[in-house]
């Protein structure tokens, strides 16, 4: 493998050292040559994937032909894979096809590759070992001037080859930074580097598992979709440990795979969450009746319409524009606008009206309020009935204050249960 050029288009970077999907050009290419004897790496000194020998051209930067010599030099092999070191899509089934090629009909010296544009690849090729020596040899002895700075066509013009066509990016190299970056794209839209992490993270951890990449994925997807996303990673790994747990290996690593999907197919659902909470405290009703039993609501209010609040603990029941009935013992107070209430509560104290007939006979009320409409209350102990622009009364024992304006009002003292309904209602009733 050839790794010591200039690199000069690329700024004298050490082209080899370059990553493509997070590994070096010359990992690449080493992994593509794995099933190689012996792998000798013409150039400096680098860290490498896998052991290789490193050996130097002479003179240092010399060019392909004094980095080829050098290299022949330490094969032991019938046949040889000549290789840049910058190409980033070349694989193991492609150096498999030319080797098959080296061996077929004609028996040619060596098979290379032709690029895209039909250009021969002579450092993308398989040749024959004995061949390539002698042309080597032969093309050193002629002028008596040395390989360096000859072309390498100078030397496939001596030998008898054979050519196919580069599978998809086989042939590319990467000669520039524009090169560089198609090359990391193309990576990751091909998928390799995910098989590539996979490689790599089991030569790391020491393990040699055929992994079902597939079933691991889909596994990750319905953790994240039926549980929660950090369930993805934490599912897959304790699918490992279960499998180690249970003593390793592909039949382990299927069923703890087999029960963690079903587990997650079976995940139970949450119900959408509603987009508004009933309140205990409150209870809205517009344009009709409405009614609470509840003996611990606060606020029962209506606008609009008839509403009754049979509540007896309830702090406030108001009525707007319509009737109202609330035979709550304890209530604290009773208003309505528009409309007739009556409100037989026993105990009482203030009640008041504005524009209508009110009276108030019950004992322990505290307030009970209407404007525009009839209301009556049999509280017999209130503190004050008052009217402002109709009739009221009151027959309470032991009111503090009495007014009547501009009415008639009639209250008679009757028990709870014969409290009269009210008179006039406006608006809907339901």
């Given at each position: ?7 000069r288009?690329?700024g004298?970077?050490?082209k ?6 997070g ?8 992994d593509?040559?794995a099933d190689a004897?012996?792998t000798v790496?013409v150039?400096?000194?680098?860290r490498?994937?896998?052991p290789v020998?490193?050996?130097?051209e002479d003179?240092?930067?010399g060019?392909?032909l004094p980095?080829?010599?050098?290299g022949l030099?330490?094969a ?5 894979a000549?290789?840049?070191a910058d190409l980033?899509?070349l694989?193991?089934?492609?150096l498999r096809?030319l080797?098959s090629?080296l061996d077929?009909?004609?028996?040619p010296?060596?098979?290379l590759l032709?690029?895209?544009h039909?250009r021969?690849?002579?450092l993308?090729a398989?040749?024959?070992?004995a061949?390539?020596r002698?042309?080597l ?8 001037h ?5 072309p390498?066509?100078?030397l ?5 080859l054979r050519?196919i066509a580069?599978?998809?990016?086989a042939?590319f190299?990467?000669?520039t930074w ?5 090359a990391?794209?193309g990576i ?5 580097v ?7 993270a089991?030569t ?19 953790a994240?979709?039926q549980v929660a996303?950090p369930?993805?990673?934490?599912t ?6 279960a499998a180690a747990h ?5 039949d ?7 029960k963690a999907t079903?587990?997650?197919?079976h ?6 969450t509603?987009?508004t909470?009933?309140?205990?405290k ?5 344009g009709?009746d409405?009614?609470?039993t ?6 029962v ?6 509403s009754?609040?049979?509540d007896?603990?309830a ?8 009737g109202?009935d609330s035979p709550?013992?304890?209530a604290?107070a009773?208003s309505?606008?528009?409309a007739s209430?009556?409100a037989?509560e ?10 209508t007939?009110e ?8 307030v009970?309020?209407?404007a525009?409409?009839d209301?009556g209350?049999t509280?017999?102990s209130?503190?004050v ?7 009221s009364?009151?027959?309470d024992s032991?009111a503090?204050a009495f007014?009547r304006t501009a009415?008639?009002s009639?209250t008679?003292n009757l028990?709870?249960?014969?409290a009269?309904?009210a008179?006039r209602?406006t608006?809907?009733?339901?």
């Open positions: 493998m050839l790794a010591g050029g200039a690199a288009r690329l004298g970077a050490d080899p050292g370059l990553r493509v999907g590994v070096t050009l010359l990992d690449r290419v080493l593509a040559c004897a012996t790496v150039g400096p000194p680098r490498t994937a896998r020998v490193v050996v130097r003179p240092p930067g060019g392909p980095a080829l010599a050098a030099a330490r032991t092999a019938g046949t040889v000549l290789l840049a980033p899509f694989t193991r089934a492609t096809a080797r090629a077929g009909p004609g028996a010296d060596g098979v032709t690029d895209p039909g021969d690849q002579p993308t398989v040749y024959r070992t061949p390539l002698r042309a040899a032969a093309l050193a002895a002629d002028g008596g040395g390989l360096a700075g000859l390498l066509r100078r496939t013009a001596r030998l008898t050519r580069a599978p998809g990016r042939s190299d990467c000669d524009e090169d560089l970056a198609v990391r794209t990751r839209e091909h998928g390799r995910l098989d590539e992490w996979i490689a790599a089991k790391e951890l020491g393990i040699d598992l055929d992994v079902d990449t597939a079933a691991l994925l889909d596994l990750a997807r319905d994240a979709h996303r369930a993805a990673p934490l897959t790994f304790l699918v490992g440990y249970a003593g390793g290996g592909p382990a690593v299927a069923e703890a795979l087999r079903a587990l997650a197919h995940w139970p659902t949450e119900p959408p509603p987009r909470a009933p309140s205990a409150a209870a809205t009703d517009a009709a409405s009614g609470s509840d003996p611990s609501a606060e606020v209010s209506g606008a609009g319409a008839d009754g609040a049979a007896r603990s702090g406030v029941v108001s009525c707007a524009g319509a109202a709550g013992s304890p604290e009773f309505g606008t528009g209430a009556a037989p026993s105990p009482g104290g203030p009640a008041s009206r504005a524009g007939d009276g108030s006979t019950g004992p322990s009320a505290e009970i309020s209407r525009g409409a209301s209350s509280d017999s209130a503190g009935d008052s009217g402002a622009g109709a009739d009364g009151s027959t032991s503090e007014s009415a008639d009639d008679p028990p709870p249960h014969a009269p309904e008179t209602r608006g809907r009733r339901s």
